[in-house]
């Protein structure tokens, strides 16, 4: 597998693992080309402390598993923003009023073909 193959799936792997666990306002901003911090960085949502929490240990253990990457876990003890970097794929996960204040996808919008990426999934 190529790295950009490992990228992709890794990417792949990340968006379904966020959907399955409910997160809420799923986007995805492609860096490669751009940054070389990543290839990509999700953002995406949780409802309470609790599950932001949980979904980062939990997807931090699925790539582990599926991938033997390292993956390096930031902000999980208090778990309002929790940074998870699996290093293809940078992976932000927020309590709502903490993504407001913050508004990454802003920040990281290049253009109209470097725009988030909002992935449907029902919430």
Same mark, same amino acid.
């Given at each position: #597998?190529?790295?950009t ?6 990417h792949?792997?990340?968006?379904r ?6 997160? &809420?306002? &799923?986007?995805s +901003?492609? $860096?490669?080309? !751009?940054s070389t911090i990543?290839?990509?960085m ?7 402390t ?7 240990e !939990?997807?931090?253990? *699925? &790539? *582990?598993?599926?991938f033997?990457?390292p993956? *390096? +876990? ?6 309002d923003?929790?940074? $998870?970097?699996? =290093?293809?794929v940078? +992976?932000? +996960?927020?309590r709502? =009023?903490?993504r ?6 802003? #920040? ?10 909002? &992935?449907?999934?029902g *919430?």
């Open positions: #597998m190529t790295g193959d490992r990228a992709e799936a890794l792949a792997l990340v968006l693992a966020l959907d399955d666990d409910q997160a &809420i306002d &799923i986007v +901003i492609p $860096l490669a080309g !751009k990543a290839d990509h999700v953002v995406a949502s949780g409802r309470s609790r599950q932001v929490a949980a979904m980062a !939990k997807l931090a253990e *699925r &790539i *582990r598993e599926t033997a990457l993956v *390096r +876990i930031e902000g999980l003890p208090a778990a923003w929790v940074l $998870l970097d699996a =290093g293809d940078v +992976i932000h +996960i927020f709502p =009023g903490v407001q204040f913050y508004a990454l996808e802003k #920040m990281w919008a290049f253009d109209s073909d470097g725009a988030p990426v909002r &992935i449907a999934s *919430r």
